[in-house]
Nanobody, 127 residues
Framework: QVQLVESGGGSVEAGGSLTLSCAAS????????MGWFRQAPGKEREGVAR????????YYIDSVKGRSTISHDSAENTLYLRMTSLKPEDTAMYYC????????????????????WGQGTRVTVSS
C-alpha cells in the first residue's frame, strides 16, 4: 500500500504562484509514476501533469504547460507541482496520484485512474 498526503494549496490572486507537495509513504519502491489531477466544482476530473519516477520527460496538459513544473524528490519521497501565473480557471481540488503498473503510466492513461490517491488540497484563484 501507498499513502499520499498533499499540502500547499491555498487562496491566491490571479498571477500568483503556489507549490503543491505530495508526501508518499508505505511501499514507495513500487511506484512507477506519479501525477496530479484536479477537479473543479461541476466539472470532470482533469489530469494536469505526470512524471515517471525513473526519469523521462514529464507530461503537462496544454492549459498549464509553460506555467507549471512537476518534480519528484526521491530522497524525500515527495512529489511537487509548482504553478505560476495562476488563473481563475485553475481553481479546483488538486489530487496527487501514484501508480505501480508501468502500462498505466503511458500518455493515454487517465491520471485519475491511478491506483493510489491522496485526500486533495484546494486551490482557489481569485480574479
Amino acid at each position: 500500500q501507498v499513502q499520499l498526503v498533499e499540502s500547499g494549496g491555498g487562496s491566491v490572486e490571479a498571477g500568483g504562484s503556489l507549490t503543491l507537495s505530495c508526501a508518499a509513504s508505505g511501499d514507495t519502491d513500487r511506484i512507477y509514476c506519479m501525477g496530479w489531477f484536479r477537479q473543479a466544482p461541476g466539472k470532470e476530473r482533469e489530469g494536469v501533469a505526470r512524471i515517471n519516477i525513473g526519469g523521462g520527460d514529464p507530461y503537462y496538459i496544454d492549459s498549464v504547460k509553460g506555467r507549471s513544473t512537476i518534480s519528484h524528490d526521491s530522497a524525500e519521497n515527495t512529489l511537487y507541482l509548482r504553478m505560476t501565473s495562476l488563473k481563475p480557471e485553475d481553481t479546483a481540488m488538486y489530487y496527487c496520484a501514484a501508480e505501480p503498473v508501468a502500462a498505466m503510466c503511458s500518455m493515454d492513461r487517465d491520471i485519475s485512474k491511478y491506483n493510489y490517491w491522496g485526500q486533495g488540497t484546494r486551490v482557489t484563484v481569485s480574479s
